[in-house]
């Protein structure tokens, strides 16, 4: 079993920044691909941004891509989101993912533990 709570979420306005931390315990956290995923009121779970198990290999949904910044540090088991220029679109609540392997993945059914989320606001 792997345990994931998120921190770091909040209310902030348009073109601002949030770091979005996530600390795991349970299961060996340096061999576990790690993931970003939110969803907005009404809507599905959407891949946001992902990591291989050494950091070496990320991928980003193209809304966020130069804007947002996956990393982890395996000797805290903690994996991070640094959010910059943030969009009132960017509003939703922000979860992370754990997989039981070494590869990252961009669609939801491939994780295997999940946090139980940290709202984030964007406000115009």
């Known amino acids: 079993q792997v345990q994931l709570v998120e921190s770091g979420g909040g209310l902030v306005q348009a073109g601002g920044s949030l770091r979005l931390s996530c600390a795991a315990s349970?299961?060996?956290?340096?061999?576990?691909?790690m993931g970003w995923f939110r969803q907005a009121p009404g809507k599905e779970r959407d891949f946001v941004a992902a990591?291989?198990?050494?950091?070496?290999?990320?991928y980003y949904v193209d809304s966020v891509k130069g804007r947002f910044t996956i990393s982890r540090d395996n000797a805290k088991n903690t994996v991070y989101l640094q959010m910059n220029s943030l969009k009132p679109e960017d509003t939703a609540i922000y979860y992370c993912?754990?997989?039981?392997?070494?590869?990252?993945?961009?669609?939801?059914?491939?994780?295997?533990?999940w946090g139980q989320g940290t709202q984030v606001t964007v406000s115009s």
């Open positions: 349970g299961r060996t956290f340096s061999t576990s691909a």
């Open positions: 993912a754990a997989r039981n392997l070494l590869i990252a993945k961009t669609s939801p059914r491939e994780y295997d533990y």
């Open positions: 990591i291989s198990f050494s950091g070496g290999t990320t």
